[in-house]
């Protein structure tokens, strides 16, 4: 299993759409084959941070994902949005 980390530091000015598109990536992830889970979560103490919570059932599955056309349109926009730093962890 390998799970991502990714946390997202934003703006106000760009929070919201940067939420809606991460839902949009979010659902369509979850569809991919060896997604185990995809979750948004908002800091409960700083209103400029999100984290994209990603568990991946193996190496092969996370690679196809990056490939997928969802991930390669949605995510060069939430860089615009936001600046992202990943943690990945393997288990």
Sequence with gaps: MIRLNVFIRTTDSN????ISTVKELAAASLKDEGC?????FESATRRDVL???????DAKALAAHEQASHFT???PRIH??????AEKFVF
């Design 15 to 18: 929070r919201e759409e940067l």
């Design 73 to 75: 349109t949605l995510v």
């Design 80 to 85: 615009q949005l936001g600046e992202m730093k």
């Design 51 to 57: 984290m994209i919570c990603e568990t991946w059932s």
């Design 36 to 40: 185990v889970a995809y979750d948004l």
